[in-house]
């Protein structure tokens, strides 16, 4: 049955999109991701944050389904090594919000992302996160020359 091209119309803000900064991605806030008040649950900040980093891995040509089949070679993984996050404000069911990410630094086998959810202008939560990629023996894995260009865009620029 023929969909007359809707799925690539709404599939195509699926992921976001990169930006000359990073990437950019809109989400809802919806009930699941509440407390009773109607206020998204703290760790739910977490999800959004990792929504915002994976299509950001996405859009940039590194899909985790490859890393883990082991296209790349061997089999590897990104894992959180560390993540700080200021919660500044609150958002409520029904919110649109802005997950905005973009790449520090890369050094070795990690790298160093900054992230910010926002409502409208209003930066609600900010987080740094540093990951890295690790083989299937756990050991960690230096981050490929070729996806630099794609991750420190002002750096190549």
């Known amino acids: 049955m023929d969909d007359h091209g809707e799925s690539a119309a709404l599939g195509a803000g699926l992921s976001g999109a ?9 989400a ?3 009930y699941a991701d509440t407390d009773f008040s109607g206020v998204v649950y703290h760790a739910r900040y977490l999800e959004f944050f990792e929504r915002g980093r994976s299509d950001y891995l996405r859009l940039a ?21 560390r993540m700080e996050i200021d919660f500044r404000g ?13 790449t520090e630094d ?10 910010q959810l926002k409502r409208g202008g209003e930066v609600l939560v900010e987080a740094r996160v540093e990951a890295a990629i690790v083989g299937e ?3 960690p894995r230096r ?3 070729e996806w ?3 991750f420190m865009p002002k750096a190549n620029g």
């Not at 985790?64 to 090594?81: M, N, Q, S, Y």
């Not at 609150?90 to 973009?102: N, V």
């Not at 890369?106 to 992230?115: E, W």
Request: no cysteine; glycine share 10%.
């Open 18 to 26: 990169l930006t000359e900064f990073g990437h950019r991605l809109m």
């Open 28 to 30: 809802r806030v919806y």
């Open 61 to 81: 040509g590194v899909h985790h389904t490859e890393l883990a089949e082991g296209k790349h070679g061997e089999r590897i993984v990104w894992v959180v090594r």
């Open 90 to 102: 609150s958002a409520r069911m029904d919110d649109i919000l802005t997950i905005e990410t973009r």
């Open 106 to 115: 890369i050094s070795g086998a990690r790298i160093f992302m900054a992230q």
């Open 137 to 139: 023996n756990g050991r």
């Open 143 to 145: 981050f490929p020359k």
């Open 148 to 150: 630099i260009a794609a």
